[in-house]
């Protein structure tokens, strides 16, 4: 236990951290506890090399290919995928895709469009790129999840069978990447719910912190992987594996905000919500109470 708790505060001291909540007349006030989960597209730290075998492309800058909101309290725990292409009012830049928000001003913009669209107050952010990802995975040893079918996409670099497996730090990438299925990125969110989720349950994996090899590797990992907020530490991101874990194991709500259907702005496909239903939802969870059913998407 010492020793987990050695490593706990060495951890905290080497996080990278980010300004990404701000303070601004109108702000939301929400009980529970809420999380913004991120997942960037920056080749920032990347070689050429790295690129090439995570098929990652070599676009410059940074987007947000996952947004993720965990909402956790007396109600239980919730966690809503947020389409990147949502169309959302964005604070000084009128409607466009959520995504737009990371991209015209980062973490700060993009957690107040979230705010805005939804009611909810952001206590916490994380923050995770394709380097840092494959990282981590690799680092616990990989994560077993379930593949109903085989999919193979070049673009994301992803060639896996179906069944049962061990999926190691590129296949992995590769998979929550992929739109080359016939949902396309509803799929790719749905992908990204669970296999955010088996990944936190691997980490707080009692098999995980009692291998000492393991928890070098995730003391190696983490404070490159992982950006959070100005004032997060390494004991809230324990909070959010444990939170991730109860969804992994069957326990609380995955689900994605609810959408109404799709259309065309300014010669782009953008994602709309159902208002009535995605009001109906974060209402719920703003007094941490029980989402109904009829709201989920």
Request: glycine share 12%.
């Amino acid at each position: 236990m010492l020793v987990l708790i050695g490593v706990g505060g060495y951890l905290d001291t080497r996080l990278t951290r980010t300004a990404a909540l701000t303070g601004y007349s109108g702000r939301p006030v929400s009980k529970g506890t809420n999380w913004l989960i991120v997942g960037s597209d920056s080749r920032a730290d990347l070689t050429e090399q790295q690129e090439q075998a995570l098929a990652t492309g070599n676009a410059s800058g940074a987007r947000t290919d996952t947004i993720m909101l965990l909402h956790t309290g007396s109600s239980g725990t919730t966690l809503i995928s947020l389409p990147r292409d949502s169309l959302v009012s964005i604070p000084g830049k009128g409607k466009n895709k959520l995504n737009a928000a990371f991209a015209f001003g980062g973490p700060k913009l993009l957690t107040q469009t979230v705010e805005q669209a939804t009611g909810l107050r952001i206590d916490h952010y994380a923050e995770i790129g394709f380097e840092g990802f494959v990282k981590v995975v690799d680092a616990v040893g990989g994560v077993d999840m379930c593949i109903p079918e085989a999919m193979k996409d070049p673009l994301a670099g992803l060639n896996v069978k179906a069944g049962c497996q061990k999926l190691d730090g590129q296949t992995a990438l590769g998979y929550v990447r992929s739109r080359a299925t016939p949902r396309a990125d509803l799929d790719r969110i749905e992908h990204q719910r669970q296999f955010l989720s088996a990944l936190m349950k691997q980490v707080v994996n009692p098999l995980t912190l009692l291998n000492p090899f393991r928890v070098f590797g995730l003391t190696q990992a983490m404070p490159g992987a992982v950006t959070v907020g100005a004032e997060d530490h390494v004991w809230h991101l324990a909070g959010l594996a444990l939170a991730m874990r109860e969804l992994s194991g069957g326990g609380g709500i995955t689900t994605t905000a609810p959408i109404a259907g799709l259309g065309q702005v300014n010669g782009t496909s953008v994602v709309r919500w159902d208002t009535t239903r995605a009001k109906a939802l974060f209402n719920a969870l703003a007094q941490d109470q029980s989402v109904p059913k009829s709201a989920l998407g």
